[in-house]
Every structure is written in C-alpha cells, then in structure tokens.
C-alpha cells in the first residue's frame, strides 16, 4: 500500500501562483511514477501532469503547459506541482497519484490516489 497526503490548496486571485505537496508513505517512492489529476464541480476528473521515477519524464496537459511544473524529490518522499498564472478554470479539487513503472495520462491506470485539496481561483 501506498498513503498519498496532499497539501498547499487554497484560495488564490487570477493570475497568483500555489505550490501543492504530496507526501507519500508505505512503499519505495522511487518505484513510482506519480501524476497530479483535478475535479471541477460538474466536470470529470481529469490529467494534470506527471512524473517518472527518475524524473527525467514529465507530461502536462495542454492546458497547464508553460503555467505548470510537476517535481519529486525522491529523498523526501514527496512529488510537488507548481502552479503559476493561475486562471479562474483551475478551480478544483486537485489529486496527487502514484502508479508503478511508466507515467502515463490514463487515470484508471494509477493504483493510489490522495484524498484531494481544492484549488480556489478567483476574480
């Protein structure tokens, strides 16, 4: 088992930055490849970015890239998602995940998941 505890949402104005944290426990976390996901009310869940175990692999959404960074610091057991020029369409519940081997866009794909923090942007 993997425990996944995300951290670092927020409110925050358009056009400010947040930084979430996950911290994972229980297994080897340089095993994993770890993704971020969001929820918006209404909305399916869907892929924000991931990351390799070595990081060297770090897939964004269109939507997010150039706005977004996803990180790990293996040391810490901790992978972390920059968030910058925040925009009032990245309100939602955000979700750190962790799959073995390869990253991948697929949600189902991932085997742990985090309980979510939300993202708040306003006007």
């Known amino acids: 088992q993997v425990q996944l505890v995300e951290s670092g949402g927020g409110l925050v104005q358009a056009g400010g930055s947040l930084r979430l944290s996950c911290a994972a426990s229980?297994?080897?976390?340089?095993?994993?490849?770890m993704g971020w996901f969001r929820q918006a009310p209404g909305k399916e869940r869907e892929f924000v970015a991931a990351?390799?175990?070595?990081?060297?692999?770090?897939p964004y959404a269109d939507s997010v890239k150039g706005r977004f960074t996803i990180s790990r610091d293996n040391a810490k057991n901790t992978v972390y998602l920059q968030m910058n020029s925040l925009k009032l369409e990245d309100t939602a519940v955000y979700y750190c995940?962790?799959?073995?081997?390869?990253?991948?866009?697929?949600?189902?794909?991932?085997?742990?998941w985090g309980q979510g923090t939300q993202v708040t942007v306003s006007s």
């Open positions: 995940t962790a799959k073995l081997l390869l990253t991948t866009t697929q949600s189902i794909r991932y085997t742990y």
């Open positions: 229980g297994r080897t976390f340089s095993n994993y490849a």
């Open positions: 990351i390799s175990q070595s990081g060297d692999d770090t």
